[in-house]
């Protein structure tokens, strides 16, 4: 789990560059990714600031609602995350992070001469799919409950949106590499062609793993200290009702409004003829006079134009005006005059001399009013539905910004109110194993677990422009563990595995350091005892690790990130065991014999990897220019807060 987490920041999108990323490929705000700032006075880090960077300060509130817009975030790819996990497992300083660099970056950009218009801002902000309202257009309602759900002034949004279109200006033209040059790819190419070998051995922690109880004391202070490992992620109870078009009261089709349209459309529903013509141009009267000739004879258009060197070509069914542009007003009326099978021309043209045959003629009815009423109706009854859907969403819109409770909504519009049981993010109830949100409503179970406080009501899309849903959080139940007497045999199990790990751990310290010494690692390895596995030898070269995609063992990670001959530990996850690895042969070939094709295709990866580098290096330069200073004790009292050791400090 926290390895996740550090994956989903490590990326160069959890940097600010990812500010203009995001932006680009209109992903902006949908994940609610949202960073603020707000300039203030003075020289050092005063009041309840975390953090000063050049003039703008972070405040203690405003980091706190940013790390929780982006643990709401990681709940979307890990539902079960807890607040206490995504803190240790790094979320709370990447967040911290990338608010700075953000801040950093537009300070930056100003002072060497960037600039962003207002009218700029307000183009992105009603761009943004997120404000986009049942009628396609820029909601000025959604924008506002958008603001107010997820804790932001409209100062912090401009704030995020000028960092974004920042980071297009300035970081997307340095961080984008088209190709490297060859000789710089080669020392890479043969990095990736490096082949390791080492030996490695599991010290398991079961083998080590004392067998009495400890007592309850022992196993509840052993909880207090991995409170995290045992606690079930927050859960909340939704209430919601949903409506469609299906529900929503459509005005009735009259006969005048029918008759109107007739009228007002009287050309669509006129009689009309179209015409399909075989044609060929020529390039003088002549070569025109004798294809003429031809073809009145009996002969095929298609084989007396080719006869003569050309190609013969349909208009396709065409009305008179629109044959009248492809010749001239004459010409056309005559066409149309004409009989099927009839030839017309020669006839001069801006291309040259025209000889046409009537292919096809299609001649189609005026339809009466009451032929016409099903086809208007249709079309009427489908935009009634259209107003009577938008008309019924923003009346509860209205509702829902004026503070109604969602069971007043319900009862007035007559819609079925639900409840839910206490619901993870993923819509699965702990307490009740076979439920299970539909599918459909995925999108509210989102918005419900991204910052929406108990009791107010609230409206998501399910399908754009056809079913929606009201909703509101009934009640919140913390992430806690369970009951103690309910999770004690989980918990005697993985402290006992803890006590194996202690004694493991010192097992592999050990067996290092003999090595060191000078001992065999084989012999080191007999001598640690019979209760630890046997050594293997592992390996293999760099450019196949993590192959189709396949996560990297951390064993061979380790592996590839050691000094020839020496000798490291490396701790399993979970209370697992330990591994000794010694690395013994490194075999890397000089990059001046490898095969240029080789190297070129391994430049074209690289590129942007050597991008993300220059970006970085911006960054860094950013912070230097503006300065920035951290509030470690407010740091550090935040992240006991976020992790329940401390009560929130306002």
């Keep these: 789990m926290i390895t996740a987490i550090r994956r989903l920041f490590s990326s160069t999108l959890g940097k600010v560059l990812a500010l203009a990323f995001v932006a680009l490929v209109g992903l902006a705000f949908a994940l609610s990714d949202v960073t603020g700032s707000s300039s203030f006075g003075g020289g050092g880090i005063g009041g309840a600031n975390v953090a000063r960077v050049g003039d703008t300060d972070i405040g203690l509130a405003e980091l706190r609602d940013q790390v929780r817009r982006s643990y709401d975030q990681a709940r979307e790819q890990q539902p079960g995350l807890t607040m206490d996990a995504f803190v240790e497992g790094g979320g709370l300083k990447q967040t911290l992070d990338q608010m700075v660099d953000g801040i950093a970056f537009s300070q930056y950009a100003r002072t060497i001469g960037f600039g962003l218009s207002k009218r700029l801002v307000d183009g992105r902000i009603a761009d943004l799919p997120v404000f986009t309202g049942v009628s396609g257009s820029f909601d000025q309602a959604r924008y506002t409950a958008f603001l107010r759900d997820n804790n932001l002034s409209e100062a912090q949004l401009r704030a995020d949106i000028e960092q974004q279109l920042f980071g297009e200006q ?41 067998t009495a109880d400890p007592g309850d004391a022992a196993l509840q202070a052993y909880l207090k200290d991995n409170r995290a490992r045992f606690s079930i992620p ?159 969403y923003n009346a509860i819109q209205d509702a829902v910004n004026s503070g109604t409770s969602i069971e007043e909504i319900a009862e007035a519009r007559k819609l079925t109110l639900v409840e839910t049981p206490a619901i993870l993010p993923n819509g699965r109830a702990p307490a009740q194993p076979g439920f299970a949100m539909a599918a459909d409503l995925a999108p509210m179970i989102t918005q419900a677990f991204q910052g929406s406080g108990e009791g107010e009501a609230h409206l998501a899309t399910l399908v754009e422009n056809e079913k929606f849903a009201v909703y509101a959080v009934k009640s919140i139940a913390a992430a806690a563990p369970p009951p103690f007497a309910q999770i004690r045999a989980d918990l005697l199990a993985d402290w006992k595995l803890a006590q194996g790990q202690k004694v493991a751990r010192d097992k592999a310290r050990a067996l290092a350091k003999a ?31 993590g192959a189709g995609g396949q996560p990297v063992p951390p064993e061979l990670a ?93």
Excluded: C, H
């Excluded at 190709?179 to 082949?195: F, G, K, N, Q, S």
């Excluded at 009996?298 to 069914?317: E, F, Q, R, V, Y």
């Design 170 to 210: 300035l970081a997307v033209p340095v961080g984008t590499m088209p190709r490297i040059a060859p000789a710089m790819a080669a020392p890479y190419a043969a990095l990736l062609l490096e082949e390791r070998q080492g030996q490695a051995v599991y010290i398991p922690s079961s083998s080590f793993a004392p």
């Design 234 to 392: 927050e859960r909340r109870v939704l209430q919601y009702a949903l409506f469609d078009r299906a529900i929503a009261p459509a005005a009735a089709v009259t006969d005048k409004e029918i008759a109107d349209i007739y009228k007002a459309n009287a050309a669509r529903f006129a009689a009309t003829e179209t015409r399909r013509f075989m044609q060929v141009i020529a390039p003088d009267q002549a070569t025109a006079n004798s294809i003429a000739a031809k073809v009145r004879s009996g002969t095929g258009l298609a084989a007396a134009a080719k006869a003569s060197g050309l190609t013969a070509a349909s208009s396709g069914d065409v009305t008179q005006t629109a044959y009248s542009s492809q010749t001239n007003a004459a010409a056309a009326k005559a066409a149309f005059a004409a009989g099927r099978g009839d030839v017309l021309g020669p006839t001069q043209t801006d291309l040259g001399w025209s000889v046409a045959q009537v292919d096809a003629i299609t001649a189609t009815p005026a339809r009466t009013l009451a032929q016409a009423t099903p086809e208007i109706r249709e079309q009427l009854e489908k935009n009634k539905a259209n107003e009577g859907i938008i008309t019924f």
């Design 515 to 545: 090595v060191e010494g000078g001992q065999a690692f084989a012999d080191a390895a007999r001598a640690a005892g019979s209760n630890i596995g046997t050594v293997q030898t592992i390996g293999g070269k760099r450019g196949e690790l």
């Design 558 to 650: 380790l592996l590839f990130s050691m000094a020839q001959n020496s000798v490291k530990t490396l701790e399993i996850p979970g209370n697992r065991g330990w591994m000794v690895l010694s690395l013994g042969k490194v075999e890397r070939p000089d990059p001046k014999a490898i095969e240029p094709a080789r190297v070129t295709a391994i430049a074209g990866p690289l590129a942007p990897a050597f991008g993300n580098e220059l970006v970085a290096q911006m960054m860094t330069e950013a912070r230097k220019r503006v300065g920035v200073k951290i509030n470690q004790k407010l740091l550090d009292q935040l992240r006991d807060e976020l992790t329940g050791k401390l009560p929130v400090a306002e």
